[in-house]
């Protein structure tokens, strides 16, 4: 069955896909694993050889990469430039780090200098990679890098959406070498991503929470690992004595770039209400003057959302708050003249902790304020959610790093909003509903593997298992004691 893409800003028709049948995605593993055989005997600086290439390719194509990010999301140049930079920034980081992460670890052994023991860390074999609309190329093709270099292969279901950026990166893969066995997408909705699971050794997903518990499930069921990178309802702090309108801009940024549908987008922001007027009025002007639309220049900051039907979900959202007697100080409507997904980005205030907006992720460009006695109320307030992504906390000093500690997020961020998907070098991810599972640093790839323990005693004697037997008397049992006591001491 073919698929059609639009462009949700325009309406026009900018690819087609093919839904994978049943044979077709067991095929795809098969061949995979086949692939995948060679693939991981090849020492690391080989697979890295390839992936140097694509790192570079994607470079000199971006016009085709930018331009087909764009097509089939609506989002704005520059947020399709984020995403080629991250997926540079991810090569870039594996292929530096990569063999340090995966070499082989010595460990304590059982008994110093009689025994050795070492930690092998081996592919799982096929990597299922199920992915959203939001960051087609980033999410599509990002976390394949590290599971490639680790020596898997890898099948990729991409929303069903936007499939055309994985499907360009596969070319270029391709071009840099890759096998194309080794890293293959099927097509289709959701049952396609229920179809990939039961054939593949991992599976790293990335989408909604609700999704996230189903793909659990099924993974459970065939007892293979997997990551769950899910939703958020991220937080921001802002305190007396930081930069305001540097918080301000920050906002901006972390709240309406890729028209707030990014997992880590800032939806609440807790403001010390000494500034909570500054501050509001402050980022209300910048918020006025962020420019929508949809074109290929770079002079647009927002572009459209990914559908009317997630556009419309998003506007009754705010409808319902403003109903409820929330106030929006910029924005709060559509923008039907430019295109049919098109929401004006939103601040809210006299939002309260009943509204579904402050509770549940929106996944639109919508923001609320809320004013805070002090840091502590800030701190509790915004720990009271079920969600546990990512966090900006802004303020001076060390009172920002303070805070940061106490936030019970998988990243929080210091004044700043998003960088943390740029920090390649720690791990990212969520703690309660917003996942399980890490990607980037050496967590990302090692995910990838699976750790095996090899321990060794000397080939006489019939090893260390026998040595227990060489004990016969209280004495030689009073000295063994005796070594054990002298041991922890040393
Ligand atoms: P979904 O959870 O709806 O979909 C994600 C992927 O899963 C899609 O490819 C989808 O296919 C597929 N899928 C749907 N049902 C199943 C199933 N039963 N079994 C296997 N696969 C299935 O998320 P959205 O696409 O709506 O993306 C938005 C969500 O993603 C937000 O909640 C956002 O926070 C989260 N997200 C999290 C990130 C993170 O790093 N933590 C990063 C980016 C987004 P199809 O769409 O074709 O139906």
Not at 64 to 88: F, H, M, N, W
Request: proline share 4%; charged share 20%.
């Amino acid at each position: 069955m073919a698929i059609e893409i639009r462009n949700p800003a325009t309406g026009e028709i900018v690819g087609r896909v093919t839904a994978a049948t049943a044979e077709e995605v067991a095929k795809a593993v098969d061949s995979a694993r086949e692939a995948q055989v060679r693939w991981r005997l090849l020492p690391f600086s080989e697979r890295a050889r390839v992936i140097r290439r694509f790192h570079d390719l994607i470079l000199d194509r971006r016009q085709i990469v930018l331009d087909t990010i764009q097509s089939e999301t609506g989002k704005s140049r520059r947020d399709a430039l984020a995403e080629l930079v991250t997926v540079a920034g991810t090569a870039r980081y594996y292929l530096a780090n990569g063999a340090e992460h995966l070499k082989v670890k010595r460990r304590s052994p059982a008994v110093p200098v009689l025994t050795s023991a070492e930690i092998v860390y081996k592919p799982h074999g096929v990597v299922g990679l199920i992915t959203p609309w939001n960051y087609p190329f980033l999410l599509g093709v990002g976390d394949a890098l590290p599971a490639l270099l680790a020596g898997n292969a890898v099948v990729g279901k991409p929303s069903e959406v936007t499939p055309l950026s994985a499907v360009l990166a596969r070319e270029l893969l391709i071009e840099s070498g890759l096998d194309p066995d080794l890293f293959s997408l099927v097509h289709g909705s959701g049952e396609v991503g229920t179809r990939l699971i039961n054939h593949v050794d991992y599976v790293g997903f990335t989408g909604g929470t609700v999704t996230g518990r189903k793909v659990a499930v099924a993974a459970s069921e065939r007892l293979i690992p997997y990551s769950l990178e899910l939703g958020g309802k991220n937080p921001m702090i802002v305190l007396s004595g930081a930069p305001l309108e540097a918080a301000a801009k920050g906002l901006t940024v972390g709240a309406f770039s890729n028209a707030g549908q990014t997992c880590i987008s800032i939806e609440r922001v807790y403001v010390e209400q000494a500034v909570y007027e500054e501050f509001a009025k402050r980022l209300a002007e910048q918020t006025a003057a962020l420019r929508l639309g949809w074109s290929k220049s770079w002079d647009l900051d927002i572009g459209s959302m990914i559908s009317r039907e997630h556009a419309e979900k998003v506007l009754g959202r705010i409808r319902a708050a403003t109903d409820a007697g929330a106030r929006a100080l910029a924005g709060g409507d559509a923008r039907p003249d430019l295109g049919p997904a098109f929401v004006q980005p939103t601040v809210l205030t006299d939002v309260t902790d009943e509204m579904p907006i402050s509770t549940e992720e929106t996944f639109g460009p919508v923001v609320s304020l809320y004013p805070v006695r002090n840091a502590e109320e800030a701190i509790a307030r915004a720990n009271r959610s079920e969600f546990g992504l990512n966090a900006s906390v802004w303020a001076k000093g060390s009172q920002a790093q303070e805070i940061a500690r106490r936030i019970e997020t998988g990243s929080a961020v210091m004044n700043s909003t998003l960088l943390i998907y740029n920090s390649f070098d720690v791990p990212m991810g969520g703690v309660k509903l917003s996942g399980i599972g890490r990607r980037h640093g050496e967590q990302g790839i090692l995910r990838y593997t699976q750790a095996q323990s090899i321990v060794g005693s000397p080939a006489t004697g019939g090893g260390y298992d026998a040595m227990l037997s060489l004990v016969r008397s209280q004495r030689m049992a009073d000295a063994l004691v005796w070594l054990l006591r002298l041991w922890r001491r040393l």
